[in-house]
């Protein structure tokens, strides 16, 4: 599972950094940071975006 962020509907309400409780994602500067090596429950973080920004997509590799 990977998170992704779209920075162009991005609306900067920071209720993701909110809603991260360990660092997973930070709001500096007017920035979204996200650090996905951080434990968090990335599909709530997910769902309180307002906009949609941050969307959750499983990704598989081919070998």
């Known amino acids: 599972m990977k998170i992704f962020y779209d920075e162009k509907i991005c609306v900067r309400c920071a209720a993701c950094a909110i809603e991260s409780e360990n660092g997973g994602i930070k709001f500096e500067r007017d920035k979204i940071i996200i650090d996905e090596t951080k434990i968090e ?23």
Do not use: E
């Not at 997910?46 to 070998?63: E, Q, Y």
């Open 41 to 63: 429950d990335w599909h709530a973080i997910a769902a309180i975006c307002p906009v949609g920004a941050l969307t959750l997509k499983n990704i598989t590799s081919s070998v």
